[in-house]
């Protein structure tokens, strides 16, 4: 059974950083480009990025681009999303997907709340 | 970006009817759109992908059509089960961009 489980959310200060993870099993992680997407209070689904089966290749979105890194260790089976200076409309849950033609396993995701 | 318009925000339906939802591409996206499921509790659903393929393990009273810009879901003979929001996704180009959502509520 695939299974993706995100953590590392919480209440995080403006302008501060946040590692969050995403642990996979049931598939070969390794076969496989991941992403993350994240969703806000107001229920809009944002991509975010994504990344190349041996983590070579990175892609995201232009608005997050400078902030966010997405990697990955393969011997781990496990998915980073990096996020810097974190604002106000980083607040969301972030989800982490296995991408097949389109994502087909979202995690249940993880919280993060940026307040001061 | 591309940008996908999804309606109706809201839909009220009674278990037995079929409901359709509508997701508009603000340009061509092939076939490359995917149908999903949020419920409450659990990891979002894929439920179509490449337009109108049925992901395994979706019922058949699920079906999409369209390709270009517009796209519709459609549920058949509707089942408490299926209560839920949806969305559509265009994976035709970066930056992977959704539709507003759906909440098909039980009438």
């Known amino acids: 059974e695939v299974q993706l489980v995100e953590s590392g959310g919480g209440l995080v200060q403006p302008g501060a950083s946040l590692k969050l993870s995403c642990v996979a099993s049931g598939f070969t992680f390794s076969d496989y480009w991941m992403s993350w997407v994240r969703q806000t209070p107001g229920k809009t689904m944002e991509w975010i990025g994504d990344?190349?089966?041996?983590?070579?290749?990175?892609n995201y979105a232009p608005s997050l681009k400078n902030r966010f890194t997405i990697s990955r260790d393969n011997a781990k089976s496990t998915l980073y999303l990096q996020m810097s200076n974190v604002r106000s409309e980083d607040t969301a849950t972030y989800y982490c997907t296995r991408e097949r033609v389109a994502p087909d396993y979202w995690g249940q995701g993880v919280m993060v709340t940026v307040s001061s | 970006d591309v940008q996908m318009t999804q309606s109706p925000s809201y839909l009220a339906a009674s278990p037995g009817e079929s409901v359709s939802i509508s997701c508009k591409a603000s340009k061509s996206i092939s076939n490359n759109l995917a149908w999903y499921q949020e419920k409450p509790g659990k990891a979002n659903k894929l439920l179509i992908h490449?337009?109108?393929t049925l992901q395994s393990g979706t019922p058949s009273r699920f079906s999409g059509s369209g390709s270009g810009t517009d796209f519709t879901l459609t549920i058949r003979s509707l089942e408490f089960e299926d209560f839920a929001v949806y969305y559509c996704q265009q994976y035709n180009e970066y930056p992977l961009t959704f539709g507003s959502g759906t909440k098909l509520e039980i009438k």
């Open positions: 990344i190349k089966y041996d983590g070579s290749y990175t």
């Open positions: 490449s337009g109108s």
